[in-house]
């Protein structure tokens, strides 16, 4: 564009000058939540209303510049900062915030793209609902990033990821226009389901600008439990029984290597991590239910004892109370904030089968550990979904900017041919971004992507949204 002013005066006359950013220090927009990326935006515009988003989406239609949507800018893969050529606009939807409607008897509320997470699940608790994603973003991240990358978290094991949580959406498509999707119909068969193809599209599609949820009675009681296991195996053994007794009740299940939890000491060394050793690994647990807590503390009690006396577990701690359980959840939440403490690190977010995961983590960490000695593998995540954060640190003491430089492409390598072994997936829940383009492009069939080029064609043919992001220039 040779002069840039014209077009940025249509944005300000759209949202307010004070909303339209080219100047100063943008780098909260720019810069991705790794630092792996900082790009150059055109400008920053921060829209306040639907018919805003409606508007600059068409005031940038007209002008050919495209959009990166963005929420919380917490996503993991590179996606929502805009590339380096400063031509971009990063359309930031934080000022639509508001909860706009809340059905009791539906169990449905309704939301604005930008509201942050936990305000969301606050606001629910407040009038006795639980809005059961969780992760440890909660605090920054967005509703409509959560929805545009169908985002995992911990309670998955029991709610399904954010795709399932999701009834109804609000779109402005890429010519611009709005798609009223509000509903809170829990049936609905009239053709395609719309929502689906937004939910994970990564703003490639079109912008979320509100969606109506679902709810849940707030359970009676939530009790959590640390758990130390002598080895992955045991880990999958302890989900199956808590399967088994549980059922429902069983609201998550995540997994910890122990150098992820030394990590958390070492960074973190006001955190109380139990069980200091060598035991291989541990697991969170929560059991959430509707009767009454002494229920649930007897349903987690069986549980344990059970496991102890089988032997997949070796030690067991159940939270007392709220605190406690929180102190107990914050160390598994503390892990990426610990790693990215400890330096850059080399992240994969793959799913095999639960019952895979041993022999996965076994034969992958063998292979690296030949290939790159003293690397050191940062392994949890979300076992009851078959998710694992199979992370790569480099050697202690190391350079760990060259080592990514240097070694992200081969360990890589190892890393996909194992998931490709195992038919899982390269990424789970943090999506592909502009990060793990060239790997969709290499694991997934030419038929799946060929479809989704003819969906990207047919709702964005001028490929105005995001267009860095999930396919390859
Ligand atoms: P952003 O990072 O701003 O955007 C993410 C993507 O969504 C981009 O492609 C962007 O263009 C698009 N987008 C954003 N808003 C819209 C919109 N309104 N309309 C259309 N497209 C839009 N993820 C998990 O799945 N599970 C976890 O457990 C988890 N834990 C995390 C823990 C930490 C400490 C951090 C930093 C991140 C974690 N994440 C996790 C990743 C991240 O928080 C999620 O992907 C989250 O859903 C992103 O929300 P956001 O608002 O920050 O989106
Ligand atoms: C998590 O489960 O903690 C997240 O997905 C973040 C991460 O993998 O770093
Ligand atoms: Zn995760």
Redesign the pocket.
């Known amino acids: 564009m040779q002069d840039k002013e014209p077009f940025l005066e249509t944005l300000r006359a759209i949202v307010g000058a004070p909303n339209v950013l080219t100047e100063g220090d943008l780098s909260a927009w720019e810069l991705?939540?790794?630092k792996r990326e900082h790009g150059k935006a055109l400008a920053v515009v921060r829209p306040a209303s639907t018919s805003e988003v409606a508007r600059v989406v068409q005031a940038c239609a007209a002008a050919g510049v495209s959009l990166?949507?963005?929420?919380?800018?917490?996503?993991?893969?590179v996606?929502?900062t805009p590339d380096a050529s400063g031509t971009q606009v990063v359309?930031s939807?934080t000022r639509?915030n508001r909860i706009r409607t809340m059905d009791a008897a539906n169990l449905t509320v309704t939301v604005e793209?930008?509201c942050?997470?936990q305000n969301l699940q606050e606001a629910c608790e407040k009038e006795g609902f639980l809005f059961p994603l969780?992760?440890?973003?909660?605090g920054?991240?967005?509703?409509?990033?959560?929805?545009?990358?169908?985002?995992?978290?911990?309670q998955v094991v029991r709610y399904g990821?954010?795709r399932e949580l999701c009834l109804g959406l609000e779109?402005v498509t890429a010519a611009g226009e709005v798609w009223n999707g509000l509903s809170g119909l829990r049936k609905d068969n009239t053709g395609y389901d719309l929502r689906h193809l937004?939910i994970g599209?990564?703003?490639?599609?079109?912008?979320?600008?509100a969606a109506t949820l679902k709810m849940y009675p707030l359970p009676k009681s939530m009790l959590t439990a640390f758990a130390s296991v002598p080895s992955l195996e045991a880990a999958v053994e302890l989900l199956g029984l808590a399967q088994q007794q549980l059922h429902a009740g069983l609201t998550g299940f995540e997994v910890m290597g122990q150098f992820a939890l030394s990590l958390v000491r070492k960074h973190f060394p006001q955190q109380n991590v139990p069980f200091e050793g060598d035991d291989a690994f541990c697991v969170v647990l929560e059991v959430s239910d509707h009767a009454s807590e002494a229920h649930a503390r007897g349903l987690l009690e069986n549980l344990l004892e059970e496991a102890l006396q089988d032997g997949c577990v070796l030690d067991a701690v159940v939270a007392e109370n709220i605190s406690q359980a929180r102190a107990l959840w914050h160390i598994r939440?503390s892990i990426?904030?610990a790693q990215?403490q400890e330096g850059l690190n080399i992240k994969h977010?793959i799913s095999v089968a639960v019952s895979n995961i041993p022999d996965f983590v076994r034969e992958t960490d063998a292979q690296i550990a030949q290939a790159f000695p003293g690397a050191r593998m940062v392994n949890y995540g979300?076992l009851g979904d078959g998710n694992l954060h199979y992370n790569v640190q480099a050697p202690e003491g190391s350079d760990a900017e060259a080592f990514l430089r240097d070694q992200e492409k081969p360990i890589n390598a190892i890393v996909y041919a194992q998931v490709e072994r195992f038919q899982g997936s390269i990424s789970?829940?943090?999506?592909i971004?502009t990060l793990k383009r060239e790997k969709l492009a290499q694991h997934k069939s030419p038929v799946a992507l060929g479809l989704m080029r003819a969906i990207k064609l047919a709702l964005d043919p001028n490929n105005t949204?995001?267009p860095s992001?999930l396919f390859l220039p």
């Open positions: 991705d939540w790794r990166v949507p963005q929420g919380g800018n917490t996503g993991m893969v996606g929502s359309l939807l639509m793209a930008g942050v997470l969780s992760l440890a973003a909660e920054s991240c967005t509703i409509g990033g959560n929805l545009a990358t169908n985002a995992g978290g911990t990821n954010t779109v937004f599209s990564e703003g490639t599609l079109g912008v979320i600008t939440e990426p904030l990215a977010d979300h789970a829940e943090h999506g971004g949204m995001n992001a």
